[in-house]
């Protein structure tokens, strides 16, 4: 069965700073995909990135990046100088591409970005 | 605009009174998705639909059901609602196949139930 373990229930960083959130996942699909959201505290799931498991290079969108380490299972999400309004929930999920598609979350990180 | 819209956004009910939570995608997409979200356990799946009149057990189904008369909307009811589905529910649509990347989500729906 999927898994999604998200071990930083919070986390803190200082503006302009890089932040790493860890996230390390269980499948037994060849065929999956890997998802960062973010979660504002006005409640909203905000879709960030996107890796495939045969893309060859992480992705990356504007300031985040995923360092998408296959061997080890794990998808942590890269903030680069971080804002004050990256202080949100970030969650990790998969999706097996197989049959229904379904997303698997994480439990969450709560990042706090202080001036 | 492509979007996902559920109503209510907010609900306060009380213990047994039947309620629904309409959601409703105008993106043609034909996976829909209800999850809900608890403090420590992200957000976990309730009930999907493949398709039209095509519906089936998520991870947490018990207390909830669904139906899919029509493409663009998925609602979830609630028969009997009890204090543990106090809750954020979310609805989700998104197309088939690895090649679409994405998971559209609706706003949230916060529902308490006393």
């Known amino acids: 069965a999927q898994k999604i373990t998200q071990t930083q229930p919070g986390m803190f960083v200082q503006e302009k700073e890089a932040v790493t959130l860890d996230c390390t996942y269980d499948?037994?699909?060849?065929?999956?995909?890997l998802f960062w959201y973010k979660q504002p505290s006005s409640g909203e799931m905000i879709f960030l990135i996107y890796?495939?498991?045969?893309?060859?290079q992480n992705a990356t969108e504007g300031r985040y990046s995923l360092n998408f380490q296959k061997a080890r299972k794990s998808a942590n999400l890269v903030i680069s100088a971080s804002q004050l309004g990256d202080s949100a929930m970030f969650f990790c999920?998969?999706?097996?591409?197989?049959?229904?598609?379904?997303?698997?979350f994480g439990t969450g990180t709560r990042l706090l970005v202080s001036p | 605009e492509a979007q996902v819209t559920q109503n209510p956004r907010y609900l306060i009910t009380v213990t047994g009174k039947k309620l629904t939570v309409t959601c409703s995608q105008n993106?043609?997409?034909?996976?829909m998705s209800w999850y809900r979200q608890d403090p420590g356990l992200g957000l976990r799946q309730i009930y999907y639909?493949?398709?039209?009149?095509?519906?089936d057990k998520g991870d947490v189904p018990e207390g909830y059901k669904v139906s899919r008369k029509e493409k663009r909307n998925f609602p979830l009811i609630l028969e009997s609602p009890s204090p543990n589905q106090t809750s954020l529910y979310f609805c989700?649509?998104?197309?088939?196949?690895?090649?679409?990347?994405?998971?559209?989500f609706g706003p949230g729906t916060r529902l308490t139930v006393l």
């Open positions: 999920a998969m999706r097996e591409n197989t049959g229904f598609q379904k997303l698997v």
């Open positions: 639909s493949m398709n039209v009149e095509v519906t």
């Open positions: 993106m043609n997409h034909e996976y």
């Open positions: 890796q495939g498991s045969y893309d060859e």
């Open positions: 499948t037994s699909d060849q065929s999956y995909g």
């Open positions: 989700a649509s998104s197309r088939p196949g690895p090649k679409y990347n994405e998971q559209f």
